[in-house]
């Protein structure tokens, strides 16, 4: 079954937002982070990461100023 254009851009608009542990971060990030021990990544459906927040809450709303569709991943 072929996917219709409007399928192909829903697709492509669709984030995933997971809690990340800041010890999986390089040196530089977990300095300018300080004594924070999770943070939420917002990636891309291809896993690209595309931003981390401090607050689950900011990783929807960056999502969604940038037109895209935030999904919570565990």
Do not use: C, K, W
């Amino acid at each position: 079954m072929e996917n219709t254009v409007n399928e192909i851009l829903i697709d492509e608009r669709i984030v995933y937002v997971r809690p990340v542990s800041t010890a999986i971060l390089p040196d530089d990030v977990r300095e300018e982070l300080g004594n924070i021990d999770e943070v939420y990544a917002v990636h891309s459906a291809a896993g690209e990461r595309l931003a981390l927040v401090t607050e689950r809450d900011m990783a929807f709303v960056l999502a969604r100023q940038n037109d895209l569709s935030p999904v919570a991943v565990h």
